[in-house]
């Protein structure tokens, strides 16, 4: 793993730097993680159920006020940022989610290179893409979850 990412095509394309860096440093410990740092992309705080998408096949799972939380965005994904209370993806500063996150309003961090890991589809969380930060308040209910057979 390099000490340091200088590239700035790796760094505001792609989110690759020293919070990402971090997050897999962090992943690799036991503990939990609760909070998120990436980079601010679009101001503003908003609190939600996290929508963990994989594709843009997905978006009609996501409802009016909830996070969307994704590994990246492209044109189709746009029309989800006009019902998301926040959006937290990869990315850096230049990527689509963070130029239509501010376009819309929508507080935006990016960066977040585990946030579809890190965070589960039902969990509350903060999104507050001024400081680049990313609270998880309450976990999905395991319970909730189908029981894998032979469990």
Known sequence: MPEAVTDPILIEIFGLNQHFLRAVQAAGSDGEVTTLTGVPAAKGVARGIARVLSNADELHRVQPGEVLVCESTSPNWTPAFAKIAACVCGGGTLSHAAIVGREYGVPTVTAVGLA???????????????????????????????????S
């Open 116 to 150: 579809t890991v890190a965070i589960s589809d039902g969990d509350e969380i903060e999104v507050d893409g001024t400081n680049g930060t990313v609270t998880v308040f309450r976990k999905a209910d395991a319970q909730a979850k189908p029981a894998e057979v032979g």
